[in-house]
Nanobody, 125 residues
Framework: VQLQASGGGLVQPGGSLRLSCAAS????????IGWFRQAPGKEREAVSC????????YYPDFLKGRFTIARDKTKNTVYLQIDNLRPEDTGVYYC???????????????????WGKGTLVTVSS
C-alpha cells in the first residue's frame, strides 16, 4: 500500500489549491480514504474522507463548504480541492487509508494505519 500526496505550495489568502493522492498497491474501489492535516504546533486533524464504495463523503462542520474530496477511478487517485484558503489552513496535508474500513465517517474519526508522505500547504500574503 502506497500513497503519494502532491500539489501543495504557497498560496495567497483567498486562493485555491488541488491536492492529489496517488494510490498504488490497492484499488480505490473499496476502502475509505481521507485527507488529514497537521498545522504547526497543533494536533493532526481530519479534513475530509470518502467512502469509495458508495461515494459518501464526510467533512468536519468547521470545514464544510471550502473543501471537496473526489476520486478518479481511472487514475486510482483522490483529490482535495481547497477554495478560499485561509492562513489557518497552513499545514502538512496527508492522505491516509485503512484497507479494512469502508466508512468515510469512521475513517475520519480514527487513526488510519496507512499514510502517505505529506504535502505542505502555506497560505500567506
Amino acid at each position: 500500500v502506497q500513497l503519494q500526496a502532491s500539489g501543495g505550495g504557497l498560496v495567497q489568502p483567498g486562493g485555491s489549491l488541488r491536492l492529489s493522492c496517488a494510490a498504488s498497491g490497492f484499488s480505490l474501489n473499496r476502502p475509505a480514504i481521507g485527507w488529514f492535516r497537521q498545522a504547526p504546533g497543533k494536533e493532526r486533524e481530519a479534513v475530509s474522507c470518502l467512502s469509495t464504495n458508495n461515494d459518501i463523503t464526510y467533512y468536519p462542520d468547521f470545514l464544510k463548504g471550502r473543501f471537496t474530496i473526489a476520486r478518479d477511478k481511472t487514475k486510482n487517485t483522490v483529490y482535495l480541492q481547497i477554495d478560499n484558503l485561509r492562513p489557518e489552513d497552513t499545514g502538512v496535508y496527508y492522505c491516509a487509508t485503512d484497507l479494512g474500513q469502508s466508512s468515510s465517517y469512521a475513517l475520519c474519526h480514527s487513526s488510519p494505519p496507512n499514510w502517505g508522505k505529506g504535502t505542505l500547504v502555506t497560505v500567506s500574503s
